[in-house]
């Protein structure tokens, strides 16, 4: 079973930037695909970006699109989010989740909450206006 563990988030100015930590351990991180989701209270969470720990496909919700990246160092088990160009409406709990790749194969499971299993304790990430 594999174990994740998030970092990074914190208060930040709009427009400013921040760089998510997920951290893996416990099990192999081959044939994981890792997702970024977020979520504010009273709402559901919204899955913003994932990638594939065995070759490094990556994808993205179209509201991230361009100022979202995501992207993995295979040698730390890490995955990163680069959030750049912030704006208030990113403030949320992000959390880093992990689902099998079967989920890559139909486009509306890659970032649907529900095909991921394992999930980390989340960091808050705050935006200032």
């Known amino acids: 079973e594999i174990q994740l563990v998030e970092s990074g988030g914190g208060l930040v100015q709009a427009g400013g930037s921040l760089r998510l930590s997920c951290a893996a351990s416990?099990?192999?991180?081959?044939?994981?695909?890792i997702g970024w989701f977020r979520q504010v209270p009273g709402k559901e969470r919204e899955g913003v970006a994932c990638?594939?720990?065995?070759?490094?496909?990556?994808y993205y919700a179209d509201s991230v699109k361009g100022r979202f990246t995501i992207s993995m160092d295979n040698a730390k088990r890490t995955v990163y989010l680069q959030i750049n160009s912030l704006k208030p409406e990113d403030t949320a709990e992000y959390y880093c989740?992990?689902?099998?790749?079967?989920?890559?194969?139909?486009?509306?499971?890659?970032?649907?909450?529900?095909?991921?299993?394992?999930w980390g304790q989340g960091t808050q990430v705050t935006v200032s206006s």
């Open positions: 989740a992990a689902a099998g790749t079967e989920i890559l194969m139909l486009r509306l499971w890659r970032l649907n909450r529900l095909r991921y299993d394992w």
């Open positions: 416990g099990s192999t991180f081959d044939d994981y695909v």
């Open positions: 990638i594939s720990s065995s070759d490094g496909g990556t």
